[in-house]
C-alpha cells in the first residue's frame, strides 16, 4: 500500500501543467516528490526481490561470508533490512514527522498485530509450533530504525552522530545491564546485532569523543537521550502488538473449539474475534490509504 500508493501518485504530478515550467516553486516541488516515488518505487522493488533471490526457505536465510574477512552473515536479508527501512525513511520525509508517525502506528498494528494473530492460529490448527518466519526481523528491523532515522532527520542537528550513538549506545546497556528483551528487541537487529565488546568499545569511544569536540554537547546528548527513549518506545510496540495479537489468537481458537462442541453448526460462521482483528487492520489500512490521498488536497 505504501509503496505503490506514493509512487503512483508521484508520477501522477508528471501531468501537472507545472511540471514542465522549469524554475517556479510548483516545478521544484514536483521534481522532489518525483523523485521520492523513484526512489519508494525502486527500493520496493529491491525490497521485494530480496525474498526471491534468496529462497533457501521461509523461515531461514542463506549465508554468505568473505574470506578472512568477517564471519557468515545473511547478506540478502540486511539488504532487505536497509531497503524497509529506507522506504519508511521516505514515507516520513513525504509527509513529514507528525503525519508520519501517525502512519507509523496504523501500519505498525496492521502488521505486527495482525501477523502475530495469523501465525499463532497457523500453529494452533496444524497442532505444532512453526519457526518464526524470516520476514518477521526484516519488517521490525524496518519499523524500529525507519522511525530513529527520521527522528534523527527531522528533530536532531547532527542526524548520523545522533543514529550511530542510539545504536551503539542500547549494545552498550544491552551488555552492562539485565534489562527485559522488550526493551532492545534483541531478535530483530539483523546486521546491529553487535555481541563483540571490542567493537561496542571502539563505536562508543568514537562517539563520545564527537561529542566532546561538539560547540552543542548537551543538545547532542539530549537528542541522543530523547532517541533512545524513542527506540525503546518503539521497541515496546513490537512487543505489545506481538503479544496482543498473540493472546488474541488464543482466544479466538479456544472460542472456536468451545463452540465446535457445543453446536457444529455455528461453526460455520465467521469467529468474532477474528472478524475483529481482521477488520481493525483493514480500517488501519484504509486509513493510511486516505492519508496518502489528504496530501494533495491541502
Known sequence: VLVVSVSIQGFCLLLHPEAYNFGTETFWHIADTVLLA??????????????????????????????????????????????????????FEHFGFIRGVILWHAMAVSTLLYTSFIMIITDKVSGSASPQPRT?????FGLRYGLIASYCDFQVNS??????????????????????????????????????????VVGSAVWLRYLMQSDACREELFDWFVGTLLLSYANFIVFFYSMAGDKLAEVAYSISNNTNRANPALSLFPNPIGCIVFGI?????????????????E
Do not use: H
Not at 46 to 55: A, R
Open 38 to 91: 523513484s526512489m519508494m518505487l525502486i527500493l520496493g522493488i529491491l525490497y521485494t526481490s530480496c525474498f526471491y533471490i534468496d529462497m533457501k526457505s521461509p523461515y531461514e536465510w542463506s549465508l554468505f561470508s568473505v574470506k578472512n574477512f568477517c564471519v557468515s552473515q545473511p547478506l540478502i536479508r540486511d539488504v532487505a533490512a536497509v531497503c524497509i527501512t529506507m522506504i519508511y525513511f521516505i514515507a
Open 159 to 200: 542526524p548520523f552522530a545522533c543514529f550511530f550513538g542510539i545504536v551503539v549506545g542500547m549494545r552498550q546497556l544491552k551488555l552492562a545491564m539485565k534489562i527485559p528483551e522488550f526493551v532492545f528487541c534483541q531478535s530483530s537487529e539483523c546486521f546491529f546485532n553487535i555481541s563483540n565488546p571490542a567493537i561496542l
Open 281 to 297: 487492520s483493514n480500517f488501519l489500512l484504509l486509513g493510511v490509504a486516505f492519508l496518502l490521498n489528504v496530501r494533495y488536497y
Open 136 to 140: 518477521w526481523s526484516v519488517i521490525v
